[in-house]
């Protein structure tokens, strides 16, 4: 990719269509893969005929023009390459990609977990220095502490508190996900959906601005993951203004949960297309709407029943 | 207790009660100086015990055991805990420790006589050395272990590098830490033993023995064995006991299985 056009990308200024409400999406780099699909197009498309634009108001998050390379022994490899995309306050945003498009290693540099990457990642307008106490991460594995009883496990943020506050968080933490009956319990005696429900209470105790989730329900069984689907858009409800960003590789699940579905594509990983999902919640699993989305997405992964040609034949 | 437990109990003693009846059987029929009946070693810890000899051997030898774990787990816990947290400190000296290791402990025993002399201090000395590796390799092994997962929480929840270890590291460790401290328990014991027959009359537990073969004595000789055995596995069931309360209950909860030692 020309470094014009990077340039070109990153000084456009942020904007979207007045008569969009929630306002709309940012995305500038599905536009400059032009070697791609036409799904592209079609999402590019917002974007051309562009009715009045007004400038937007402070987002909670901004990436631009991002990239990341990982240094290997022989080769480098690029993991994520020209990443825009702004998230605002109450948001919720999935990243939906096969493994290795990067979706991981993008929001653990949200998190700042990831460093060594050149272009910006803003939080509230601040370049993101490191891990802070107004991101909450979730991990694939819950990663409860097995020395700590429950209690202990979503108080452990909490350290710097003062032992009543601590105390009254934690409860009403443990009430949010429904643990109560478990403060006393340890790690090893809970179910895996119990279990990441905790966790998602220890990222939430220490009240961020943004809660982060890599493939937080990746690790659980099919009919858990449908019931914890359900629990993170309570839990989201429950939290106002809190914005949500998940990696996940499951359409559905982020078809249920997103306001708008952010789709990488792997090598290097890029952001592919941008979808708004305009539904009311809570969302039926089936129906038209829900589907005509579902078939829209599975699409960009080349699953539906409209495959393209082989470009040869036997 | 559960029919389960109980009669994994049964198992564990149908051996020692085969012996023992197998002892008495022959012993009925053969009895000899070689090979005296039970029930002699039994009269003989009794007549120990009334003559107030066996307890002044006991508070002698815990007296020696004692200070020797205590000097040896101390030092061995703080060196390990070093070496662990800085690879800086491990280049320098887990090499050298290791090569230290590998000189028998009782090929130490002339050299200790000779700084020492025969007196408790060269006892205590050895017994730390022998309490000194398992503690430190374990403790090492332990916090290089930490599962790189659960320093990311750390790092998430933005903890000083005191934090990390204190919070995360060192009970992380605790699994493999428990092991070094048991495993140095028991090695202590037996070195314990190495360095009381080192002397006669030195007034420890090895006296029982000791005076036992002088005399030609074997039910002293077996009842000093059974007492030095069993000590060494009531200490070893109260380590593992005091490793289980309170705070440290998840330890033994069948997790955490990955990082321990086997």
């Not at chain 1, 009956?181 to 601005?209: C, D, H, V, W």
């Not at chain 2, 774990?69 to 280049?91: D, K, M, Y």
């Not at chain 2, 002088?214 to 007492?227: P, S």
Request: positive net charge.
């Amino acid at each position: 990719m020309s470094a014009s056009a990077l340039e070109l990308n990153a000084s456009q200024p942020v904007r979207l269509e007045a008569n969009q409400l929630p306002p709309s999406i940012l995305l500038r780099n599905a536009q400059l893969d032009k070697s791609t699909s036409r799904s592209v197009e079609t999402a590019s498309k917002s974007g051309e005929d562009e009715p009045p634009i007004r400038e937007i108001p402070a987002f909670r998050l901004q990436i631009k023009s991002l990239h990341k390379v990982f240094k290997g022994e022989d080769k480098d490899v690029t993991a994520l390459q020209d990443i825009n995309l702004s998230i605002r306050p109450g948001e919720f945003v999935s990243l939906l990609g096969a493994s290795g498009c990067g979706k991981t290693t993008l929001l653990r540099i949200i998190g700042g977990l990831e460093r060594n990457y050149t272009g910006e990642a803003l939080l509230e307008g601040k370049p993101i220095k490191g891990p802070g106490r107004d991101r909450g991460f979730v991990f694939q594995d819950h990663r409860l502490l097995p020395w700590l009883t429950i209690e202990n496990n979503v108080g452990f943020g909490l350290s710097h508190l003062p032992k009543k506050e601590r105390t009254e968080i934690v409860k009403s933490h443990l009430a949010l996900v429904g643990l109560e009956a478990f403060a006393k319990s340890y790690p090893s005696q809970l179910s895996g959906g119990m279990a990441q429900r905790a966790a998602i209470a220890r990222a939430l105790a220490t009240n961020p601005e943004i809660l982060l989730l890599d493939e937080p329900l990746g690790a659980l069984d099919a009919l858990t993951r449908l019931y914890m689907q359900e629990e993170l858009e309570k839990i989201w409800k429950e939290k106002p203004g809190l914005t949500v960003i998940m990696v996940t590789h499951d359409v559905d699940e982020a078809l249920y949960l997103s306001d708008r579905v952010i789709v990488l594509s792997p090598r290097p990983g890029r952001i592919k297309r941008t979808l708004e999902i305009k539904l009311p919640r809570p969302r039926p699993r089936e129906g038209h709407d829900f589907n005509q989305f579902k078939k829209s997405l599975l699409e960009e992964f080349q699953l539906s029943h409209k495959q393209e040609e082989p470009e040869f034949t036997i | 207790m559960s029919t389960r437990k109980k009669l994994d109990l049964a198992k564990g003693l149908v051996i020692p009660v085969l012996f023992l009846s197998v002892w008495i059987l022959w012993t009925r029929s053969h009895e000899s100086l070689l090979i005296p009946s039970p029930w002699k070693s039994v009269l003989a810890t009794k007549q120990l015990w009334e003559t107030h000899a066996l307890q002044g051997y006991l508070v002698t030898s815990l007296r020696r055991y004692f200070f020797g774990l205590l000097l040896g787990t101390s030092l061995g816990f703080a060196v390990g805990g070093l070496l662990g947290s800085s690879r800086w400190l491990e280049r320098f000296f887990l090499p050298n420790l290791n090569m230290f290791r590998q000189v028998p402990l009782v090929g130490w025993i002339p050299l200790l006589v000779i700084w020492f002399g025969m007196e408790d201090l060269s006892r205590v000395v050895l017994i730390a050395m022998g309490a000194f590796f398992p503690i430190l390799l374990n403790t090492h092994a332990g916090i290089r272990r930490v599962p790189a997962g659960y320093l990311e929480v750390g790092d998430v929840f933005g903890l000083s590098r005191w934090e990390r270890f204190q919070r995360i590291v060192l009970p992380s460790a605790l699994p493999w830490i428990r092991s070094g401290t048991i495993l140095s328990l028991t090695f202590g014991w037996t070195i314990l033993v190495a360095s009381e027959l080192l002397t006669q009359a030195n007034g420890g537990l090895s006296d029982i023995l000791d005076v036992g073969r002088e005399r030609f004595r074997l039910d002293t000789v077996n009842a000093g064995i059974i007492i030095l055995g069993l000590l060494g596995f009531a200490f070893n069931f109260l380590a593992t006991r005091l490793w289980s309360i309170g705070p440290l209950r998840w330890l033994s909860q069948n997790i955490h299985n990955s990082h321990e030692a086997r």
